[in-house]
C-alpha cells in the first residue's frame, strides 16, 4: 500500500526556519499533485501549499514570500521550507497528494508533524 509520512517538525524560536518532508512509499507509478496542509487547535484544517507535476505552485496568502514548496520526483517526497517562521505558524502540518498507484489514482494523508514556533 502507499504511506505518506511527514518529518522535519519541532520546536523553533519565531524568526526561524524548518523544512518538511513529505515521503511517499508503496508501490508508486507517479505523483500528479502534492500539497500541505495545517491545522492549529480548535482551527479548521487550511490548505497552505500546491505544487503540481509540473512544478506550478500555490501559496496561502499568509504564508506567501516565506514558505516554498518544491518536489523530488524521483524520490517520490515532497518538501515545504518554512522561513521567517512566526508563532501563528504553530500547527500540525500534513501533506496529501494524488498518487498513481498500480491502475488506481487516489488521494494520500499523511499523519502529521508538529511544527511549533515559541520564544
Known amino acids: 500500500q502507499v504511506l505518506l509520512v511527514e518529518s522535519g517538525g519541532g520546536l523553533v524560536q519565531p524568526g526561524g526556519s524548518l523544512r518538511l518532508s513529505c515521503a511517499a512509499s508503496g508501490s508508486i507509478f507517479s505523483i500528479s499533485v502534492m500539497r500541505w496542509y495545517r491545522q492549529a487547535p480548535g482551527n479548521e484544517r487550511e490548505l497552505v501549499a500546491t505544487?503540481?507535476?509540473?512544478?506550478?505552485?500555490n501559496y496561502a496568502d499568509s504564508v506567501k514570500g516565506r514558505f516554498t514548496i518544491s518536489r523530488d520526483s524521483a524520490r517520490n517526497t515532497g518538501y515545504l521550507q518554512m522561513n521567517n517562521l512566526k508563532p501563528e505558524d504553530t500547527a500540525v502540518y500534513y501533506c496529501?497528494?494524488?498518487?498513481?498507484?498500480?491502475?488506481?489514482?487516489?488521494?494520500?494523508w499523511g499523519q502529521g508533524t508538529q511544527v511549533t514556533v515559541s520564544s
Open positions: 496529501n497528494a494524488f498518487i498513481h498507484s498500480g491502475s488506481s489514482y487516489s488521494m494520500y
Open positions: 505544487i503540481t507535476s509540473g512544478g506550478s505552485t
